[in-house]
């Protein structure tokens, strides 16, 4: 690996763990921001609950792009939620 493209790499990297650490809040900003997926959702809550459908997406998140807990936020941008666990990439901790 070039030196250039070492700096670039670590660039890279420093960009994705950041938006790691707020990758729930952000999904749930999408979904508030899309209105297709605001009108399923807000089925699914009224079907399951507020709580249960929060967490249960909030599982998922880390689980499918493979992240880790790194700590709990309580000001999320999103107003579907109230908090949120920030993440860590697996991949960039190694």
């Known amino acids: 690996m070039t030196p250039q493209e070492k700096e670039i790499k670590e660039f890279a990297e420093k960009a994705i763990e950041k938006f790691n650490e707020r990758i729930t809040d952000e999904i749930f900003l999408f ?3 899309d209105k297709k997926l605001m009108y399923e959702y807000l089925r699914i809550v009224e079907k399951h609950t ?3 459908t929060n967490q249960v997406i ?3 998140i880390p689980k499918l792009y493979h992240l880790d807990n790194k700590g709990r936020k309580n000001n999320p941008t999103s ?3 109230k908090s949120y666990e920030e993440h860590t990439s ?3 901790k190694s």
């Open 50 to 52: 507020l709580d249960t």
């Open 58 to 60: 909030g599982k998922v």
């Open 31 to 33: 979904i508030q921001n």
């Open 90 to 92: 697996k991949e960039l």
């Open 79 to 81: 107003t579907l939620i």
